[in-house]
């Protein structure tokens, strides 16, 4: 990750369609994206991936899978404990904690949350450090999962230790506060 703003979050909505260009850690070509999808208003599109004052437990309960569901309030309460920051539903499906400001060499900027997940129906998204030695070598002791530059996709928490967990989350707020200190 560099100091432009290229984000391991979705800061654009649409996950599925432009993750694969965020992780190429490139302004450039997430620009060339919203301008062939958007034609001449790009520079006006608004992100989808806002915070919301959408209830995180209303979400939660939505959860059709009853052990993604609960699996998702053990990743809460995991997540509270280790930032110390409550839970805010950014847009539609993303629980985050704590955020910071990024800005594209492009001129664009944002917000996103420091980490966050996502119980999606097929897996549980970790929305964790960008790709990093020092992520390479704690995802070396996580137990099964896959995983992206940007997010981390494991299928059920009993697959995985929630103690490295811990020292992901902690990892990823550290890193995103010394690149993105509050001004």
Not at 124 to 138: D, K, P, Q, V, W
Request: some cysteine; overall charge negative; charged content about 30%.
């Amino acid at each position: 990750m560099d100091n432009n703003g290229s984000s391991a979050m979705v800061v654009y909505g649409r996950c599925r369609k432009i993750d694969c260009i965020l992780e190429s850690n490139n302004a450039y070509n997430v620009n060339r994206y919203l301008i062939r999808k958007m034609g001449e208003n790009a520079d006006m599109y608004e992100p989808k991936m806002k915070e919301t004052d959408n209830s995180v437990i209303e979400f939660i309960e939505r959860v059709e899978n009853e052990k993604k569901k609960a699996d998702a309030y053990q990743l809460l309460e995991i997540f509270e404990e280790v930032t110390g920051y409550d839970a805010k539903l950014w847009g539609p499906s993303i629980i985050g904690f704590g955020s910071y400001h990024y800005k594209y060499a492009s001129g664009h900027e944002g917000d996103a949350p420091l980490v966050g997940f996502s119980p999606r129906k097929a897996k549980i998204s970790l929305y964790l450090a960008y790709e990093s030695e020092e992520r390479e070598n704690l995802l070396a002791n996580f137990g099964k999962h896959t995983k992206s530059k940007a997010c981390i996709y494991v299928n059920k928490l009993a697959d995985i230790d929630t103690n490295v967990l811990k020292d992901l989350i902690k990892h990823t707020v550290e890193t995103y506060q010394n690149l993105y200190p509050n001004e």
